[in-house]
């Protein structure tokens, strides 16, 4: 069964940073791309980060580029999002899935974690 638990998330300051991790199950980690996923209130998810099966090649949406960082560690079925420079517009409900597509953004599995929640306010 496909599993994955968000964690990290709060409440931070503008201008902090903040490190989410993922742990992922159910499936082998390592044949797969990752990627993170958020959804803010009132909006539609977006994809925001994407990294290869081996961690080798890494990429973004545009609202996070230079600011967030995605990294993996298959021997520990987890991935990690590093967030910096945090403002009130990164508040959402953060995701983390799995696929086949580097490329892509819509292809990745039907279930999804609970999310973690990061709140960005002064």
């Known amino acids: 069964q496909v599993q994955f638990v968000e964690s990290g998330g709060g409440l931070v300051r503008p201008g902090d940073s903040l490190t989410l991790s993922c742990a992922a199950s159910?499936?082998?980690?390592?044949?797969?791309?990752m990627r993170w996923y958020r959804q803010a209130p009132g909006k539609e998810r977006e994809f925001l980060a994407g990294i290869s099966s081996l961690g080798s090649n890494k990429r973004y949406a545009d609202s996070v580029q230079d600011r967030f960082f995605i990294s993996r560690d298959n021997s520990r079925n987890m991935l990690y999002l590093k967030m910096n420079n945090l403002t009130p517009d990164d508040t959402a409900v953060y995701y983390c899935n799995a696929a086949h597509s580097y490329t892509g953004t819509g292809d990745h599995f039907t279930t999804w974690g609970q999310g973690t929640q990061v709140t960005v306010s002064s």
């Open positions: 159910g499936f082998t980690l390592s044949t797969y791309v």
